[in-house]
């Protein structure tokens, strides 16, 4: 993993603050392992086994996310991966295990020695869907027709991931139906029905869904909100809604590696959004995307320093719809969609088909309150920094309490994707 140096200000006379490493070295020097070796000693926050659960699905989550972004160059991305990863830790309940480690090795349960793996995520999942939070997220497991599905596959998803499995009718329209109430009912009604047909040679469909509206722990002032410039790249400029707070207090740090502003801001619920904002307008953001990692992203949170700037927001209403399947093939997967072993779910041979994904996204100016953080907490700069999100830009929406990836998007163009 790469030395994290984040400063305030990338110029030499004014103000340079230089929080010079202090990642690596406030965790104490390498100690030599049994064979002389040294081995970096493991971040107290990842020895919590749900916090090192949340770091192994959220890296698969930012694999899916370079995947997508690299098979789409000019297209927004959303994504919320941790629905993902739960459909497909569900389905490795069912998985005997050559195909169990295929999944698991996906998901970096190889890299966690924790005995029981889906007792902790279902105490994942409750941590990080809990009403506070905003954050809604459901996944399913969708098998062909009259498919006898063995009681102990049934039971053990129940018991861990509070799902059942659904058998389809063979009837597209109806099974479209059943889908879409499903969707309704897990996001209420916040993420739109479906009017796709249902592709007719489902074997076993996965589906994750997820819906999130941000509440800004200060929220902005919709007078100030206006049309303003987003620039797409260096010569395309389009105008959409910028919120903008004058004095906002946010987290930052400048990092001169990916020559990239990075900003957190807080919303409530324990959440926060990091934003990574190239110093240049550009649409190639693949500096960035190939250092995200759960690692990284923590060292990231502990460094920032907070300090009041000029900022400006888009408002931003995504939505998504759409098949996966493709990514999940070029991510060490391949094997689930041609001959995976799942005898534990049922005596025929059945294989991945489809993964769907399902997702709302927004925010605009709501938030809990106006009053910011205490001003004794804020870094002096002796000249006021600016930070507008106002060119292409990655965000990562985070759950503060166990450092799951809950969304996380390339904004390419905040008109929509
Ligand atoms: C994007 O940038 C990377 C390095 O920063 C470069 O290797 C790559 O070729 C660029 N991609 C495109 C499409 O320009």
Partial sequence: MRALVLLLWAGTLLGQVNCQNVASSSE?????????????????????????????????????YRQRSSASPTANVLLSPLSMATALSALSLGA???????IHRALYYDLISNPDIHSTYKELLATVTAPQKNFKSASRVVFERKLRVKSSFVAALEKSYGTRPRIMTGNPR????????????????????????MPS????????????????????????TSLQDFHLDEDRTVRVPMMSDPKAILRYGLD????CKI????????????????????QNLTMIEESLTSEFIHDIDRELKTIQAVLTVPKLKLSYEGEVSKSLQEMKLQSLFETPDF????????KLTQMEHRLGFEWNEDGAGTTPTSPLQVTRLTF??????????????????????????????????
């Fill in 96 to 102: 005997e295990q050559r195909t169990e480690s295929i």
């Fill in 28 to 64: 104490g020097s390498p100690v030599p392992d049994s064979t002389g070796e040294p081995v970096e000693e493991e971040d107290p926050f990842f020895k919590i086994p749900v916090n090192k659960l949340a770091a192994a699905i959220s890296n698969f989550g930012y694999d899916l």
């Fill in 174 to 197: 109806i099974d479209l139906q059943e889908i879409n109430n499903w969707v309704q009912a897990q996001m209420k009604g916040k993420v739109a029905r479906s009017t796709r047909e």
């Fill in 263 to 282: 900003a957190q801001l807080p919303l409530t619920g324990s959440m926060s959004i990091i934003f990574f904002l190239p110093v240049r307008a550009t």
């Fill in 201 to 224: 040679d489902i074997s076993i469909l996965l589906l994750g869904v997820a819906y999130f509206k941000g509440q800004w722990v200060t929220k902005f002032d919709s007078r100030k």
């Fill in 343 to 350: 005898s534990k779910i049922t005596g025929k041979p059945v």
């Fill in 256 to 259: 001169s590696d990916l020559n």
């Fill in 384 to 417: 006021p920094l600016d930070y507008h999100l106002n060119q292409p830009f990655i965000f990562v929406l985070r759950d503060t309490d166990t450092g799951a990836l809950l969304f996380i998007g390339k904004i390419l163009d905040p008109r929509g994707t």
